[in-house]
T-cell receptor, first 114, second 115 residues
Framework: DGGITQSPKYLFRKEGQNVTLSCEQN?????MYWYRQDPGQGLRLIYY???????QKGDIAEGYSVSREKKESFPLTVTSAQKNPTAFYLC?????????????FGDGTRLSIL | AQKITQTQPGMFVQEKEAVTLDCTYD???????LFWYKQPSSGEMIFLIY??????QNATEGRYSLNFQKARKSANLVISASQLGDSAMYFC????????????FGTGTLLAVQP
């Protein structure tokens, strides 16, 4: 079955540590996205990529970094510069340029500070 | 700037009744798309229904329908014959006509279906 796989499901970070969240898709989508969701809030865009080896900052990119070396993969690194990383992180993918195409989401990663 | 507003933090509905979840939006782009997603307590985002700005008819998908009033900039989700499994967060989102495919989300409405 085609879909988006995020791992791990739960992640704990120590102070001063970088952690990387994995996102893999087999939907053959060109575009991929990372969102952050805080309790009781909507989703906010961190980074997005419309093609391999290219990505753009979203609304809350500070303290995060990404790479897009393969079409299928879009890992997100939460760096030590992100002072409030505790949140639910969702990865999504879609076909860019088609207004009616929905974004498809993974099951998310819950990140907490130890 | 584009904006999505969901003014109902929480809603209750009796099983088998219909419920309307409100969504208003703001954009200056004539071409845009509106989406509704369901987020159960497990966290995944499930796509429910889409409405394009140029669509002449309101979108329907099974028990879901969208009451699209373009002049009022509203895109309310109607769930008919509510089921216990409909209890979840519901998010309205908008994408503009540009190539970035970015979605802007509202803050969501928590729906509780009571037996």
């Amino acid at each position: 079955d085609g879909g988006i796989t995020q791992s791990p499901k739960y992640l704990f970070r120590k102070e001063g540590q970088n952690v990387t969240l994995s996102c893999e898709q087999n939907l053959n989508h060109d575009a991929m996205y990372w969102y952050r969701q805080d309790p009781g809030q909507g989703l906010r865009l961190i980074y997005y990529s419309q093609i391999v080896n290219d990505f753009q900052k979203g609304d809350i990119a500070e303290g995060y970094s990404v790479s897009r070396e393969k079409k299928e993969s879009f890992p997100l690194t939460v760096t030590s510069a992100q002072k409030n990383p505790t949140a639910f992180y969702l990865c999504a993918s879609s076909t860019p340029g088609r207004l009616y195409q929905p974004q498809h989401f993974g099951d998310g990663t819950r990140l907490s500070i130890l | 700037a584009q904006k999505i507003t969901q003014t109902q933090p929480g809603m209750f509905v009796q099983e088998k009744e219909a419920v309307t979840l409100d969504c208003t939006y703001d954009t200056s782009d004539p071409s845009y798309g509106l989406f509704w997603y369901k987020q159960p307590s497990s966290g995944e985002m499930i796509f429910l229904i889409y409405q394009g700005s140029y669509d002449q008819q309101n979108a329907t998908e099974g028990r879901y329908s969208l009451n699209f009033q373009k002049a009022r900039k509203s895109a309310n989700l109607v769930i008919s014959a509510s089921q216990l499994g409909d209890s979840a967060m519901y998010f309205c989102a908008m994408r503009d006509g540009g190539a970035t495919n970015k979605l802007i989300f509202g803050t969501g409405t928590l729906l509780a279906v009571q037996p």
